[in-house]
């Protein structure tokens, strides 16, 4: 199986900073990874798909990035809405989630 | 528009089976695939298993040996079975148009105690 490592765990962070989230895979997986949000009692909300497509109604400043084994999520300037739990997923063989970065303001 | 629906039994005893069904609409179950997904309390995100568009399934290798996944297109439903369930099973299941997870349902709780 898979295994997606995400760093940090926890991220602290002031309004209007640049964040940057990482997900590692334990095997090429061909740009096949999506980030997700997850607000506390909420499902989680798909940001972006096959590594740097931002879904519909997703505002711009996230971005992601990301080949082989090392992908990047980019909130460009951060917003308190943006207060959540992230996770990457790969789908390039037997569906894994990394175990989430929460971010929460400084 | 695109919605699924979990349901369930919000509390089942220890080594008892549970059965989930996911009811979905805007969609085809013979156009996309459904997947489970559970979240225990302040945990994070897990595969369980899923059913494709053609009708093929994959289940969590850890989980295998207890799952079930079926459907039932006539009812637009995903029907999951977890046996000799146990206390860490207890968790949030979702259900989530598969493999991409563009739309998810709102959630069930399943606690698992006696």
């Known amino acids: 199986d898979i295994q997606m490592t995400q760093s940090p765990s926890l991220l602290s962070a002031s309004v209007g900073d640049r964040v940057t989230l990482n997900c590692k895979a334990s095997?090429?997986?061909?740009?096949?990874l999506n980030w997700y949000q997850q607000k506390l009692g909420e499902a989680p909300k798909l940001l972006i798909y096959?590594?740097?497509n931002l879904q519909t109604g997703i505002p711009s400043r996230f971005s992601g990035s990301g080949s082989g084994t090392d992908y990047t999520l980019t909130i460009s300037s951060l917003q308190p809405e943006d207060v959540a739990t992230y996770y990457c997923?790969?789908?390039?063989?037997?569906?894994?989630f990394g175990a989430g970065t929460k971010l929460e303001l400084k | 528009q695109v919605q699924l629906k979990e349901s369930g039994p919000g509390l089942v005893q220890p080594s008892r089976t549970l059965s989930l069904t996911c009811t979905v609409s805007?969609?085809?179950?013979?156009?996309?695939?459904v997947s489970w997904v559970r979240q225990p309390p302040g945990k994070g995100l897990e595969w369980i298993a899923a059913?494709?568009?053609?009708?093929?399934?994959d289940y969590n290798s850890a989980l295998k040996s207890r799952l079930s996944i079926s459907r039932d297109t006539s009812k637009s439903q995903v029907l999951l079975k977890m046996n000799s369930l146990q206390t860490e099973d207890t968790a949030m299941y979702f259900c989530?148009?598969?493999?991409?997870?563009?739309?998810w349902g709102q959630g069930t709780l399943v606690t698992v105690s006696s």
């Open positions: 805007g969609f085809s179950l013979t156009s996309y695939g």
């Open positions: 989530a148009r598969f493999p991409f997870f563009a739309y």
């Open positions: 096959y590594t740097n």
């Open positions: 997923y790969q789908y390039n063989s037997g569906p894994t």
């Open positions: 095997q090429n997986i061909n740009k096949n």
């Open positions: 059913i494709w568009s053609g009708g093929s399934t």
